[in-house]
């Protein structure tokens, strides 16, 4: 028992925030893309595209415009997977991975042209701080939990009802999933649905980089070969998980990062519980989560993964 109190004390709820970042972004981001009818199973490369160029912005402008410069990348990699799978009408899957494998391999030809001596891992970069909100911060239990954390951390959460808001309360929410779902009828009456699907995906890829941003210069202080560590494709779990809803995909994210602040507390804790089985915990989870818990119920948008062509 006393181990258990060691495992499951406040510090574990705030790494569950710090740890759900990423992972939110990369599902709010599939929430967007998908709705729309593109597979974008990209975010884990545009999320690692995204910390590259935020670390190298944060080293020579500043973390802040470091986090600009990774959305901006993350955006620039959306709208090449948006012009491949919308415009060309390639494989949106092969289109994806060639993403991801770019993005494994750009990094370490830039590298060491930047920074002599270094290869594939940065040299440390200014870093955003977290910051304290007074109210919050006094209230007892919750205050430490939620109320000194990164602020990209409390963007990604103030996210979620915008993402939500966007795609179920406007017009071009409306827009974007009726070329989800039928982008013949969404043609019929005048709907663009190429301009739909490149906006839809471009914001997907815009997401990925602030996530991406997030883990080089706020959650680590330095860009590292693949830092990522398939968060990207976890949000995509976690976006399934939430049938295709941002509140949905919250959930997921925090249950998945809740597993991984468990195992990193356990190996602190001393848990007789061999390392490498611990770290697996969470992606043993996103495994069950997909193959058991959701089964046949989870069902996309009907014309996700198929290239319209306007007659």
Not at 287 to 311: E, H, T, W
Request: net charge positive.
């Amino acid at each position: 028992m006393g181990i258990l109190f060691n495992i499951l004390n406040l510090a574990i709820f705030t790494s569950t925030l710090r740890i759900t970042t990423p992972i939110l972004f990369a599902a709010l981001g599939g929430c967007m893309t998908e709705r729309s009818g593109v597979i974008n199973i990209g975010l884990e490369g545009m999320m690692l595209m995204g910390a590259f160029a935020a670390a190298v912005g944060s080293y020579f402008w500043g973390p802040w415009l470091g986090v600009l410069f990774g959305i901006f990348v993350g955006g620039i990699m959306g709208l090449l997977h948006a012009f491949m799978s919308v415009t060309v009408k390639a494989n949106q899957i092969i289109s994806a991975t060639a993403i991801n494998i770019f993005a494994l391999g750009f990094p370490n030809l830039i590298v060491p042209v930047l920074w002599k001596g270094h290869y594939a891992m940065t040299p440390v970069v200014p870093v955003i701080k977290s910051i304290q909100i007074p109210v919050i911060a006094d209230i007892p239990v919750l205050g430490p939990i939620i109320g000194n954390l990164n602020p990209i951390v409390y963007i990604a959460f103030l996210l979620v009802p915008v993402v939500h808001y966007v795609l179920f309360k406007t017009r071009l929410g409306l827009r974007i999933r009726a070329v989800g779902e039928h982008p013949k009828a969404a043609d019929t009456v005048g709907i663009n649905v190429a301009l739909m699907r490149y906006i839809a995906v471009t914001v997907s890829g815009l997401l990925a980089g602030f996530g991406g941003a997030f883990l080089s210069v706020a959650y680590q202080s330095q860009f590292s070969q693949a830092m990522t560590a398939g968060r990207g494709f976890i949000g995509l779990a976690a976006m399934i998980f939430g049938r295709w809803r941002p509140f949905g995909a919250l959930v997921a994210c925090l249950i998945f990062a809740f597993a991984d602040a468990f195992q990193a507390s356990a190996q602190a804790a001393g848990v007789p519980i061999p390392p490498d089985l611990l770290l697996t915990l969470p992606y043993l989870l996103t495994l069950i989560a997909l193959a058991g818990l959701i089964g046949k119920k989870a069902v996309g948008p009907a014309a996700n993964g198929k290239p319209y062509f306007k007659d």
